[in-house]
């Protein structure tokens, strides 16, 4: 008879030692607000991840009102932190309300024969994109060093073919722009939806790639009030990103526009052509 109770010991001791978590759903979890309160960094010179995903495994133990805006329901219960500061602080400086941010004004891209506007609403429709410069760092100075940032051409409305970056002087790619400000900015089509639709593979000519090669530069004092424009209403948690990261406004002055947009070859486009088409 003691052989019966065997099992159910072993059952017990695996309950006790999952107490920690509760079980939302057979694809989803809950981590113990003590958890989230003593492994958070809430230091304003980090950006912790605490944007609400309610797609992935793990959810965050605090109200989504908190951070996606009181106006956003939450996709489930979820378990209140003990500290509050833990999501006032997230609010303040890494959200921002969802309604803020408009989809994409156009659905489908331009014709792959219309080259230039297939470049500037690549450019526009983009919000991030590789950027590419000759490395300062000791073991690869010389090498090539790719970094994603996020950018702009403008606000949705509003496309120049510029794109604008925000930045800090702490990352390396800023370091390399120092030694050598010439850079190449790389965008693929498979960012948005039609890649996907289409069962393209990002590699497939047929999803569009597009390079913009140039000089990094500041943004001029008589510019930067677009600059802000372009990149806070398209990005708008920037605004709250830590001050004492010195974060300053550069653009792509453009040299050379390579795109692949369809079988049998590449295009260089004319910047004439380029800042000539639109989006649109």
């Excluded at 109200?63 to 006032?88: F, H, I, R, T, Y």
């Excluded at 490395?135 to 090498?143: A, F, H, M, R």
Aim: hydrophobic share 40%; with cysteine; aromatic share 12%.
């Amino acid at each position: 008879m003691k052989a019966c109770y065997f099992p159910l010991a072993v059952f017990a001791n695996v309950l006790c030692l999952c107490q920690s978590y509760t079980l939302r759903s057979s694809v989803s979890w809950v981590v113990s607000s003590n958890d989230v309160v003593e492994d958070a960094d809430l230091s304003e010179e980090v950006a912790p991840a605490l944007l609400v995903d309610s797609a992935g495994l793990w959810k965050q133990a605090y109200p989504s009102s908190n951070v996606l805006g009181d106006s956003v329901e939450s996709p489930g219960e979820l378990v209140k932190p003990e500290n509050d500061n833990v999501a006032q602080l997230s609010s303040r400086l890494f959200s921002y309300r969802l309604e803020k941010v408009k989809k994409s004004a156009s659905s489908s891209p331009p014709p792959h024969q219309e080259t230039a506007r297939t470049a500037r609403y690549i450019a526009h429709y983009s919000d991030w994109g590789h950027l590419s410069t000759i490395s300062t760092q000791d073991k690869i100075k010389g090498l090539p060093f790719g970094n994603i940032f996020s950018v702009s051409d403008g606000p949705l409305d509003n496309s120049t073919g510029v794109i604008y970056f925000y930045v800090t002087p702490m990352d390396n790619t800023v370091s390399d722009l120092k030694s050598n400000p010439y850079a190449s900015l790389t965008f693929s089509e498979a960012e948005g939806e039609f890649c996907r639709q289409m069962v393209y593979d990002p590699e497939d000519p047929r999803c569009a790639r597009l390079t913009l090669t140039g000089k990094m530069v500041e943004v001029a004092p008589e510019e930067l009030a677009f600059a802000k424009e372009a990149m806070f209403s398209r990005h708008p948690v920037m605004a709250k990103w830590p001050v004492g990261h010195k974060w300053f406004f550069m653009k792509l002055e453009l040299i050379q526009v390579w795109l692949q947009d369809w079988i049998g070859g590449t295009s260089l486009i004319p910047l004439e052509d380029y800042f000539k088409a639109t989006p649109f």
